[in-house]
């Protein structure tokens, strides 16, 4: 029960990685609040969550807009009067180059990735310096320390989580608030096989997606949300006490060659 009495919220919450982390938060002891977009799925987590015996609040948003990161953040005070934790988690995936890149595809990736961002640790942060502690976990990528092909749009907004992560945790730690980023590699999540869920590019078949993997990554696999999940359940605990302005890569080894 790392993080019993601990309120937590986890914005993109409704599948992959975002469901994994509330299913082990809520397994640890926290209530939760859960934010997404796809109020059905929404509505699943907050059961599962709740069937581990803490409350749990679903909330659908798009934080893309000014006014959902706000009522998100109304909806945890009311219901729990306190945050301590922060999972940005909501984002998106877009493919290109500087070049084929068009200004609705680089406003729209920026929107989610960067600005929701920042938002919700803005809103945030009054309440955690309040209380004289809390816990801000960012959603980056190993492409916040390394650059990759085809993916610039995405690639910019990572790297730009990782420096906005580094600064936050500076500015705050005097405060009593830890600021950290989990950093995954390639991770196999069920939207990847939806149409739409890879910008510019169509649905990934699981054969396809399981020999690529074997071919550039160390481990010679994907890695698993669940596995994601208890990198982020270490950052938002006790156990990391002494751990901020930190990227954690879990990437099965791919940004050490």
């Known amino acids: 029960m790392r993080l019993k009495n601990k309120i937590a919220i986890i914005t993109g919450g409704t599948s992959g990685i975002g469901k994994a982390t509330a299913l082990r938060f809520a397994e640890e002891g926290a209530d939760l609040i859960v934010t997404g977009r796809r109020s059905n799925l929404g509505k699943a987590v907050e059961t599962e969550c709740s069937s581990k015996g803490v409350r749990c609040v679903f909330v659908e948003a798009d934080h893309s807009k000014v006014e959902d990161c706000q009522r998100v953040v109304d909806v945890a005070l009311k219901e729990f009067n306190r945050i301590d934790i922060l999972f940005n988690n909501a984002g998106i995936v877009t493919k290109g180059t500087a070049e084929t890149t068009g200004d609705d595809v680089w406003l729209a990736t920026m929107d989610i990735n960067i600005t929701a961002v920042w938002r919700m640790c803005k809103l945030v942060l009054p309440h955690m310096k309040k209380q ?126």
Request: glycine share 12%.
């Open 132 to 257: 004289g502690k809390g816990v801000i976990v960012n959603n980056g990528s190993d492409w916040s320390v390394v650059a990759g092909r085809d993916a610039f749009p995405y690639i910019m907004s990572k790297g730009a989580v990782g420096m906005m992560t580094k600064a936050m945790a500076l500015d705050y730690a005097r405060d009593g608030v830890r600021v950290n980023a989990v950093c995954p590699g390639d991770t196999f999540v069920e939207r990847w096989m939806e149409k739409g869920y890879f910008e510019g590019s169509g649905p990934v078949k699981l054969e396809e997606a399981i020999k690529e993997s074997s071919s550039y990554i160390p481990m010679g696999r994907f890695g698993k949300p669940e596995e994601i999940a208890n990198a982020v359940l270490f950052l938002a605990s006790d156990e990391a006490s002494f751990v901020t302005g930190h990227l954690l890569l879990v990437d099965g080894g791919n940004t050490a060659q």
